[in-house]
């Protein structure tokens, strides 16, 4: 292991000392101690106030999925500041029409429903108002099921769909808290089965809840389950980038279908390419009744989030004009940004790009497990990538030493090829074990070669006795 010292400049220490007086700590969290500086951003990297580079393979947990400072669409930000930087919500502007119009088209011929699109200004904010679309259209039922280790954010509505207490913990509880179902975690399942029977699995053991009365769901005698909605990621992002059997979700839908269920799909974190669909859950061939967006959207340069919900539950007869409201929802920024976002994806197969990639880079993870015993798991889906960290076993979990690789990625002094490089990693996971790995859709082929080297670095690192 590396004993470099983390030197901080002076300046760096007086900005940190003024943190440590100033700043809530409960708005971030600091993986290292003491915690870096940066100053700037360029394509894959970040630079620090040393302007030492770091490869970044979380880019800001999927927000950035164009690359840092993306100059096409940093110049649509630039352009609409020009123009028309910003206006009240409630009046209308072009981009805010257009942009509902492109994501409401592309539902449409994807699953064949007509919807509507409503914006907000993050993915909690859109969590918070899909609840209030949910809520609504089921006569104000307020239960929710949620899987085991789903995130869907941290306002008040959001955090209790979430399955981590932590996040609940010191605020008690303004509605109610979610049921939460076992979500088809293969590598952690039952030995035996393969990942398409565990998924199967899975889905039985949820459907026996409408058996009968008596597991407390489902009233028979008048077909009526408490449950408003199943709120799903398609892919688990906090939870450990845990990706299920291709034949589970249609079979959940199935159930839902059955009893009344609408489902709510959470795309905040997976939508925008990350998989190498618009939405992570075309791979799944299911039609969901909400989908909830966010992050990529703009590639994180303007907080603009939002739903889209299929016509029944959305139109201006059930879900009439203030059931919802933000000062900055569909602000002129974020929808000329996201608009070019979609002109920019249209012009490229996005699709075959990002899973040829994906592939390339999950080829490297394998060697990797191949070569460390520490890695238990690899897996992914386009570029949501995972590497799940254990102990010489390859399977029981070990937080500790991915803490280390954490740590010594930051320390910013690997060298390849005589340059010197940082490493940004996720930290996720059921047991906060799993690297959870988001590069840039526009990473290069040399730059997987390159996260594969720093990754391979770290892992020599902590396994040296």
Not at 67 to 76: E, K
Not at 338 to 364: P, Q
């Amino acid at each position: 292991m590396s004993n470099t010292p983390r030197i901080t400049s002076e300046e760096d220490q007086i900005l940190l000392d003024k943190e440590s007086r100033y700043c809530s700590f409960g708005d971030t969290v600091h993986y290292i101690e003491p915690p870096r500086i940066f100053s700037r951003c360029e394509g894959s990297y970040v630079y620090d106030t040393n302007d030492q580079a770091y490869l970044d393979l979380q880019m800001w947990y999927s927000a950035v999925n164009f690359g840092y400072a993306n100059p096409r669409l940093n110049n649509a930000l630039k352009q609409q500041i020009d123009t028309l930087p910003q206006i009240a919500s409630q009046y209308l502007h072009k981009g805010k029409i257009e942009l509902s119009e492109m994501i409401a088209v592309d539902a449409k011929k994807k699953f064949g429903m007509d919807g509507r699109v409503h914006f907000n200004v993050g993915g909690s904010q859109s969590i918070e108002d899909s609840l209030k679309v949910v809520r609504n259209a089921s006569n104000g039922k307020s239960l929710m099921f949620a899987f085991e280790g789903g995130y869907h954010g941290r306002t008040l509505g959001a955090s209790s769909i979430t399955s981590s207490y932590r996040y609940r913990r010191r605020y008690g509880h303004f509605g109610e808290r979610a049921q939460f179902i076992p979500f088809p975690y293969h590598f952690r399942g039952p030995k035996g089965m393969s990942k398409e029977e565990y998924g199967s699995y899975c889905v039985k053991q949820f459907a026996r809840l409408f058996e009968t009365e008596y597991n407390g769901v489902w009233d028979p005698k008048v077909g009526q389950c408490e449950y408003a909605a199943f709120y799903v990621e398609p892919i688990q992002g906090t939870g450990g980038y845990v990706i299920p059997p291709m034949n589970f979700y249609s079979e959940l839908k199935q159930v839902l279908d059955q009893h009344g269920i609408l489902m709510v799909v959470d795309e905040i974190q997976m939508g925008f390419y990350r998989t190498g669909k618009l939405w992570s859950i075309e791979h799944f061939d299911v039609k969901p009744d909400v989908l909830v967006f966010g992050k990529a959207l703009t590639n994180g340069l303007n907080p603009l989030g939002g739903i889209w919900a299929r016509e029944e539950l959305i139109n201006p007869g059930i879900f009439p004009p203030g059931s919802t409201h933000s000062t900055f929802a569909s602000n002129p920024l974020g929808t000329a940004v996201g608009l070019e976002m979609f002109k920019m994806t249209s012009e490229v197969d996005y699709g075959a790009m990002v899973m040829a990639k994906g592939k390339y880079f999950l080829a490297g993870l394998e060697d990797l497990k191949k070569r460390y015993k520490i890695v238990g798991d690899v897996d992914g889906l386009g570029l949501a990538l995972r590497m799940e960290i254990c102990g010489e076993d390859g399977f029981t979990p070990d937080k500790a030493k991915l803490d280390e690789m954490v740590e010594e990625g930051m320390k910013g002094d690997i060298e390849i090829d005589g340059r010197r490089l940082g490493l940004i990693l996720d930290v996720g996971g059921y047991y906060k074990n799993v690297i959870t790995l988001a590069p840039s859709l526009e990473i290069s082929y040399p730059e997987i070669d390159l996260a594969i080297a720093l990754l391979d670095r770290l892992l020599h690192r902590v396994t040296q006795k």
